[in-house]
């Protein structure tokens, strides 16, 4: 009687029944299925694909290949030996096979390949070996890539980089780019004005640090303004910090722009120090020779006023003393005494009147608004057809005495020059203290005149100095002059002057 095994053998349960093998023909078949999978992805694949013998003989090329080299058929090139008819230098091929002697693949190799018309075409390669059964290497095969538009464009982008380095390297000119306020390029230049060895000494630190403090809120105000698209000027004068904390006077220019596809700042600047001193002293004499100027005025008003006028006065009490003594009944003599007594008095009067145009009492001893009155009503007396209308506000204190003669002298061209060339019926005058600047205008309703590119008359030197002589006065005293003419609507002119000369020299 035979036992059948029951299912609560346990080893005859678990046991699982081996995969019986491939007959022959199911392998064949299964080899067959693979290569023609493979070979489907070998011909249509994008990208050249190659297979090579140890010599580099070309065994297959897919028709991605087959273009690239600019051949019509694959048969034209296998066979072909790559050294001499692909490599466009036989060396790279020679380097091609030592790098696979060392190691079995080559992930990026960049050559240049030789196009069947003989144009040169650059590539990147990968490679691998090809074994037979025996673990022998019986060849390579691989991937070629064509680079030759990237490489044309990288060619073209170094020379323009060199280009625009050369040009920046060599500038006279600092140039700088700040992202966030922090410096991301500087060339040289810049760094040789602020006194650095080299631009690695500033890349990385804050802008700010290299603007003198009491310059900053002022260069603030301008990028703001061109942030917002704001009209700023395109260049201005501003001082900078020097490695050695000395001041640096810059003429600066700055732009937003993109840079590197961030927004940055993007300025270039000069050093005008040199300039500056330069202005400085020719500002300084011509403060100097207009104190000069105006001490000699007051010493002939004082001559005039002490040496003529006491003559004058004794010559004025002789005649009448003279005439007093003469009898009554030369009556003659005594009108001819009197007509001399008021010629002495005529004379009298106009050394008072040149004394007190060259320098008048007032102005030393009342200050600029009491003068100013005294000379406005003096003028509106001689000229009756002119209104001049006089206003000043907050002047609580003395100017400091150069700040006041200047005032003066142009209130005197301004109405000299109204009074011969403008042809007005009103004059508007307003002269306002408002720390730290006092501001004079001017306004008349005269003919005008056809203004220069300085604001000045045409021909200005050919009929007066009187303008120019008023913007020297201001330009030493650091203060600015802006004159408006149009003509038949008369002129503006606007001066604005610090309250005192003296904080630029302490």
Same mark, same amino acid.
């Given at each position: #009687? ?8 346990? +080893? ?36 050249? *694909? ?23 058929? &694959? ?30 693949? $080559? ?23 090809? /074994? ?17 538009? =990237? ?41 040789? #004005? ?88 020719? /500002? ?14 007051? #010493?002939? !008003?004082?001559?005039? =006023? ?9 010559? =004025? ?14 009556? @003659? ?25 060259? &320098? ?15 000379? $406005? ?8 057809? *002119? ?25 005197? +061209? ?14 508007? *005058? ?8 006092? *501001?004079? $205008?001017?306004?008349?309703? @005269?003919?005008?005149?056809?203004? !220069? ?17 008023? /913007? ?35």
């Amino acid at each position: #009687m035979s036992v059948k095994p029951t299912h609560n053998d346990p +080893e005859k349960g678990l046991k699982k029944p081996e995969k019986e093998p491939l007959t022959g023909l199911e392998a064949e078949k299964n080899l067959e299925w693979s290569e023609k999978k493979f070979r489907h992805l070998f011909e249509h694949s994008p990208m050249a *694909i190659y297979l090579t013998d140890l010599n580099g003989a070309v065994l297959d090329i897919n028709n991605a290949g087959v273009e690239l080299l600019g051949f019509s058929l &694959r048969k034209d090139i296998i066979g072909l030996e790559s050294k001499n008819f692909i490599y466009a230098d036989p060396e790279e091929r020679k380097r091609y096979q030592k790098i696979l002697e060392r190691k079995d693949s $080559i992930n990026e190799f960049e050559t240049q390949l030789r196009r069947q018309d003989g144009s040169i075409i650059d590539v990147q390669m990968t490679a691998a070996v090809r /074994r037979n059964e025996s673990g022998h290497v019986v060849g390579y095969e691989g991937f070629i890539k064509d680079i030759t538009a =990237h490489k044309k464009a990288e060619k073209e982008l170094r020379a323009s980089e060199e280009k625009y380095r050369t040009v920046v390297e060599t500038s006279l000119g600092a140039i700088y780019v700040h992202q966030d306020g922090v410096f991301t390029f500087a060339n040289q230049r810049l760094a040789e #004005m602020l006194g650095y060895s080299g631009p690695e000494e500033i890349i990385g630190r804050y802008f700010w640090e290299f603007v003198h403090p009491e310059d900053r809120d002022m260069v603030k105000s301008r990028g703001l303004s061109r942030q917002r698209g704001d009209f700023t000027p395109r260049q201005y004068t501003v001082r900078g910090i020097k490695k050695d904390s000395s001041d640096v006077w810059i003429e600066l220019r700055a732009t937003n722009a993109m840079y590197m596809g961030k927004p940055a700042v993007v300025g270039n600047f000069i050093d005008i120090t040199k300039r500056k001193r330069a202005e400085e002293e020719i /500002r300084h004499l011509s403060r100097r020779l207009i104190e000069i100027t105006e001490e000699e005025k007051r #010493m002939i !008003a004082r001559d005039l =006023h002490d040496e003529f006028g006491q003559a004058l006065t004794s010559l =004025h009490f002789d005649l009448e003393a003279l005439e007093n003594s003469i009898p009554e009944g030369q009556k @003659g003599q005594k009108q001819r005494c009197g007509l001399l007594i008021n010629q002495v008095e005529k004379l009298a009067d106009n050394i008072r009147k040149t004394t007190a145009h060259l &320098r008048p009492d007032l102005l030393d001893h009342l200050g600029l608004v009491p003068t100013l009155e005294w000379y $406005i009503n003096d003028f509106a007396a001689r000229r009756k057809e *002119i209104e001049v209308n006089f206003q000043a506000v907050g002047f609580k204190k003395r100017l400091e005495s150069q700040t006041e003669i200047v005032l003066y002298r142009i209130l005197q +061209e301004c109405l000299n020059n109204i009074s011969k060339h403008a042809k007005a019926k009103h004059v508007n *005058i307003m002269l306002t203290y408002s720390y730290p600047k006092v *501001i004079f $205008i001017i306004k008349d309703d @005269g003919v005008g005149y056809e203004q !220069a590119d300085d604001g000045l008359p045409w021909g200005i030197l050919k009929e007066g100095i009187g303008l120019l002589s008023m /913007r020297e006065r201001v330009a030493s005293l650091r203060g600015t002059i802006d004159i408006n003419s149009t003509l038949g609507r008369g002129t503006v002119i606007r001066v604005e002057l610090p309250w005192s000369s003296r904080i630029f020299d302490e």
